[in-house]
């Protein structure tokens, strides 16, 4: 998808200053890194139920109805699943995994700004067996109640199995919330039903569904679920990288794993507020009056010292001022 000059520079600047993740995993709890050739867009993520340490991904545009089993404990690919029963990818951005081991992948980003007359969602069970393998996939119509946008989050929830939907705006977009159950016939309407403070490139619900984690490019907020009225409760420790596309809890729900797109990229693991250090911690560190409007803080689980954090950011500033600058002249 199309970046602005500010985000471009950042990318390379964060890339040249953060040092890849790549230990080794247990049970899907610790950092790691991609390592399959074919995946150098992952612009999703999200933990197996079947499969222990196992999580899912996909490139964002032009390779195909893909999915990829990535296994954490060696970042190698298990399984390369081949969507059957679907049109042509347009701009898949997301995944998730709803409750009775159905995988939703989320064909939702729009190239051109929100102007789609309508996007798709593609459900498909997970594969009991880690092989390459196709598997028959359900394509849903997906539209909003206000109209075309773009997104890069879909999330369901693991009791109800309701989808929902997070719309990408860099002033901060909503939750769209979906039918109680998807129709493969006609459209599926989507409604804003609670405002998401963040130019929001992921989300994840945790396991019990009683927490909702939603990251951006630069740093990410953490909400009570609420009863589907999200509560903020405060801000996530996300990691800067060179482009952080993806987030998911860990299978058990302690672990918040933060991917991002290029080739070889690490999925850095961050505990999660309420999970893992005890109820209600959080890796974020600090008030939230200190957050910056995307959220983003000086939570201790960044992986390049304040100062590359500062010099990314002013870069950022500077030449974003620029681009304005050109346009206006």
């Given at each position: 998808?199309?970046?602005?000059?500010?985000?471009?520079?950042?990318?390379?600047?964060?890339?040249?200053?953060?040092?890849?993740?790549?230990?080794?995993?247990?049970?899907?709890?610790?950092?790691?890194?991609?390592?399959?050739?074919?995946?150098?867009?992952?612009?999703?993520?999200?933990?197996?139920?079947?499969?222990?340490?196992?999580?899912?991904?996909?490139?964002?545009?032009?390779?195909?109805?893909?999915?990829?089993?990535?296994?954490?404990?060696?970042?190698?690919?298990?399984?390369?699943?081949?969507?059957?029963?679907?049109?042509?990818?347009?701009?898949?951005?997301?995944?998730?995994?709803?409750?009775?081991?159905?995988?939703?992948?989320?064909?939702?980003?729009?190239?051109?700004?929100?102007?789609?007359?309508?996007?798709?969602?593609?459900?498909?069970?997970?594969?009991?067996?880690?092989?390459?393998?196709?598997?028959?996939?359900?394509?849903?119509?997906?539209?909003?109640?206000?109209?075309?946008?773009?997104?890069?989050?879909?999330?369901?929830?693991?009791?109800?199995?309701?989808?929902?939907?997070?719309?990408?705006?860099?002033?901060?977009?909503?939750?769209?919330?979906?039918?109680?159950?998807?129709?493969?016939?006609?459209?599926?309407?989507?409604?804003?039903?609670?405002?998401?403070?963040?130019?929001?490139?992921?989300?994840?619900?945790?396991?019990?569904?009683?927490?909702?984690?939603?990251?951006?490019?630069?740093?990410?907020?953490?909400?009570?679920?609420?009863?589907?009225?999200?509560?903020?409760?405060?801000?996530?420790?996300?990691?800067?990288?060179?482009?952080?596309?993806?987030?998911?809890?860990?299978?058990?729900?302690?672990?918040?794993?933060?991917?991002?797109?290029?080739?070889?990229s690490a999925v850095e693991s961050r505990e999660a507020p309420g999970g893992g250090g005890g109820k209600g911690s959080s890796s974020g560190g600090g008030p939230e009056g200190r957050e910056s409007a995307d959220g983003a803080g000086d939570g201790a689980g960044n992986t390049v010292k304040v100062g590359g954090a500062v010099v990314?950011?002013?870069?950022?500033?500077?030449?974003?001022?620029?681009?304005?600058?050109?346009?206006?002249?």
């Amino acid at each position: 998808m199309r970046r602005p000059l500010a985000l471009l520079a950042a990318t390379l600047l964060v890339g040249a200053l953060t040092a890849p993740a790549a230990s080794a995993a247990d049970g899907g709890n610790d950092s790691f890194t991609i390592k399959d050739p074919r995946i150098t867009e992952s612009s999703g993520l999200a933990a197996s139920r079947l499969h222990p340490g196992v999580y899912w991904t996909h490139n964002d545009s032009d390779d195909g109805p893909y999915l990829y089993a990535v296994d954490s404990a060696t970042g190698e690919t298990a399984a390369r699943i081949t969507l059957t029963g679907v049109g042509t990818p347009r701009d898949v951005e997301a995944v998730a995994v709803g409750p009775g081991g159905r995988i939703f992948v989320g064909d939702i980003g729009d190239n051109l700004g929100g102007t789609w007359p309508y996007v798709w969602i593609y459900e498909l069970p997970e594969p009991k067996e880690l092989r390459d393998q196709s598997v028959r996939a359900t394509q849903y119509v997906v539209k909003y109640s206000d109209g075309a946008r773009d997104a890069e989050s879909l999330l369901v929830h693991p009791k109800t199995g309701r989808v929902y939907i997070i719309d990408k705006k860099e002033e901060g977009g909503h939750l769209y919330e979906g039918p109680a159950e998807l129709s493969a016939s006609g459209s599926n309407v989507f409604r804003p039903v609670a405002p998401v403070e963040l130019w929001a490139t992921d989300a994840a619900f945790s396991p019990d569904g009683e927490r909702l984690a939603v990251r951006g490019y630069f740093g990410g907020i953490h909400y009570a679920w609420n009863g589907g009225r999200p509560r903020r409760e405060g801000r996530l420790s996300v990691p800067l990288q060179g482009q952080g596309e993806s987030v998911s809890y860990s299978a058990d729900g302690s672990r918040l794993m933060y991917g991002s797109e290029g080739g070889q990229s690490a999925v850095e693991s961050r505990e999660a507020p309420g999970g893992g250090g005890g109820k209600g911690s959080s890796s974020g560190g600090g008030p939230e009056g200190r957050e910056s409007a995307d959220g983003a803080g000086d939570g201790a689980g960044n992986t390049v010292k304040v100062g590359g954090a500062v010099v990314a950011v002013v870069v950022c500033a500077v030449l974003l001022g620029l681009g304005r600058s050109r346009r206006r002249g």
